[in-house]
């Protein structure tokens, strides 16, 4: 059973795709296409049961196996799991090819099960960071009725994975020389309330009406396929995006990277009625300026996090510049995360995905 696809390729945002998948905690096979190459991610309940690619072939299997167990799969095991490869990869079914093999080598006990959810992790690693490149193609997500057929070596959190992705792929590149950190809020409060900021914030917070944070995107019922991702297209956004910024080069450049996904970012330029538009706007993620006109955005960060409405939304700080000491103010008025401007998609898009789903 379909639930979304499209026969002619088209621009494709596979981090926006995976988020809705999770965030419904769908069950079945996403099936990816794009230049006759093939994704298949088998799914249960939004975790990753398994993910290969047309373009893995066997060599994938052969590298993981020697990185992972290169005392136990000698050239010999390797040659008779070639083989057993080899006649799934000529019928119709070949993207089950890898996840057979797997079984395989636990069935004629070369490998234990714990093992096998090892080889299937590291194979995921590899599938995701090539589907995380594509930009055209087309996809489906079927029903995956014989699942059960398949023992379930491990269950693994897509958000996870796409964080080691990104993190593996920025150490290869390093095209970006700013520093960007990845900090949690911090649990407590004191540090929080180390800066003190004018009058005028604490005004505008006490204004602000305060209403329940929810995310929009929420689980589907028992059955997750009653809806389907193809309506989605024409729906409005899942994700609200305030973004408190005057730069408009930067806000165009957000609405560009944002453009044909599930996150709909509105702008506030205004700091008298920041936080006034906030409550109107229900956010489920705020971008935040450090320096604008009248505003100190470390200081309406430290706020945000006192209020009831805003203290569990993602608040992302973006500078003109970043520093060490930049870095440390994000964590003590407890910021989401800290980036410098220009900003990068890809950090901000894995960020959106890891953030809000």
Same mark, same amino acid.
């Given at each position: 059973?379909?639930?979304?696809?499209? @026969?002619?390729?088209?621009?494709?945002?596979?981090?926006?795709?995976?988020?809705?998948?999770?965030?419904?905690?769908?069950?079945?096979?996403?099936?990816?296409?794009?230049?006759?190459?093939?994704? &298949?991610?088998?799914?249960?309940?939004?975790?990753?049961?398994?993910?290969?690619?047309?373009?893995?072939?066997?060599?994938?299997?052969?590298?993981?196996?020697?990185?992972?167990?290169?005392?136990?799969?000698?050239?010999?095991?390797?040659?008779?799991?070639?083989?057993?490869?080899?006649?799934?990869?000529?019928?119709? #079914?070949?993207?089950?090819?890898?996840?057979?093999?797997?079984?395989?080598?636990?069935?004629?006990?070369?490998?234990?099960?714990?093992?096998?959810?090892? =080889?299937?992790?590291?194979?995921?690693?590899?599938?995701?960071?090539?589907?995380?490149?594509?930009?055209?193609?087309?996809?489906?997500?079927?029903?995956? &009725?014989? @699942?059960?057929?398949?023992?379930?070596?491990?269950?693994?959190?897509?958000?996870?994975?796409?964080?080691?992705?990104?993190?593996?792929?920025?150490?290869?590149?390093?095209?970006? #020389?700013?520093?960007?950190?990845?900090?949690?809020?911090?649990?407590?409060?004191?540090?929080?309330?180390?800066?003190?900021?004018?009058?005028?914030?604490?005004?505008?917070?006490?204004?602000?009406?305060?209403?329940? =944070?929810?995310?929009?995107?929420?689980?589907?019922?028992?059955?997750?396929?009653?809806?389907?991702?193809? #309506?989605?297209?024409?729906?409005?956004?899942?994700?609200?995006?305030?973004?408190?910024?005057?730069?408009?080069?930067?806000?165009?450049?957000?609405?560009?990277?944002?453009?044909?996904?599930?996150?709909?970012?509105?702008?506030?330029?205004?700091?008298?009625?920041?936080?006034?538009?906030?409550?109107?706007?229900?956010?489920?993620?705020?971008?935040?300026?450090?320096?604008?006109?009248?505003?100190?955005?470390?200081?309406?960060?430290?706020?945000?996090?006192?209020?009831?409405?805003?203290?569990?939304?993602?608040?992302?700080?973006?500078?003109?510049?970043?520093?060490?000491?930049?870095?440390?103010?994000?964590?003590?008025?407890?910021?989401?995360?800290?980036?410098?401007?220009?900003?990068?998609?890809?950090?901000?898009?894995?960020?959106?995905?890891?953030?809000?789903?």
């Amino acid at each position: 059973m379909v639930l979304a696809g499209t @026969i002619t390729q088209k621009t494709l945002h596979p981090l926006t795709l995976l988020a809705q998948l999770v965030g419904r905690q769908v069950s079945g096979e996403l099936l990816v296409v794009s230049n006759d190459v093939r994704w &298949s991610l088998w799914l249960q309940r939004g975790k990753l049961l398994f993910a290969t690619s047309s373009q893995n072939g066997f060599d994938a299997l052969r590298f993981e196996g020697r990185q992972l167990f290169p005392e136990t799969l000698s050239d010999l095991v390797l040659a008779q799991l070639q083989l057993y490869h080899r006649q799934y990869t000529h019928q119709s #079914n070949d993207l089950t090819a890898d996840y057979r093999a797997i079984r395989w080598l636990v069935e004629q006990e070369h490998i234990a099960f714990d093992q096998a959810g090892q =080889f299937i992790r590291a194979l995921a690693v590899t599938t995701l960071t090539s589907l995380l490149r594509v930009n055209r193609g087309s996809y489906e997500v079927n029903s995956f &009725s014989n @699942i059960v057929d398949y023992p379930t070596f491990c269950t693994l959190d897509i958000r996870t994975l796409v964080e080691q992705c990104h993190q593996e792929s920025a150490s290869l590149t390093k095209r970006d #020389n700013t520093p960007i950190s990845d900090m949690p809020a911090p649990k407590s409060s004191k540090v929080a309330q180390a800066s003190v900021p004018g009058s005028d914030i604490n005004t505008l917070l006490k204004q602000a009406s305060p209403t329940t =944070f929810e995310t929009s995107l929420q689980a589907l019922g028992s059955d997750p396929f009653t809806s389907t991702l193809a #309506n989605k297209s024409s729906a409005s956004p899942s994700y609200q995006l305030v973004c408190i910024d005057s730069d408009d080069q930067c806000l165009q450049e957000l609405r560009g990277y944002l453009e044909d996904t599930v996150f709909s970012i509105t702008s506030v330029d205004d700091v008298a009625t920041a936080v006034a538009d906030l409550a109107k706007c229900q956010p489920d993620l705020i971008m935040l300026t450090t320096s604008m006109e009248g505003l100190n955005g470390f200081d309406l960060c430290s706020h945000l996090r006192r209020h009831p409405q805003y203290k569990d939304v993602p608040i992302i700080l973006m500078a003109r510049k970043t520093s060490i000491i930049g870095q440390l103010r994000a964590k003590f008025c407890g910021a989401s995360y800290y980036i410098g401007k220009p900003i990068n998609r890809t950090k901000l898009m894995v960020k959106l995905f890891t953030l809000l789903v």
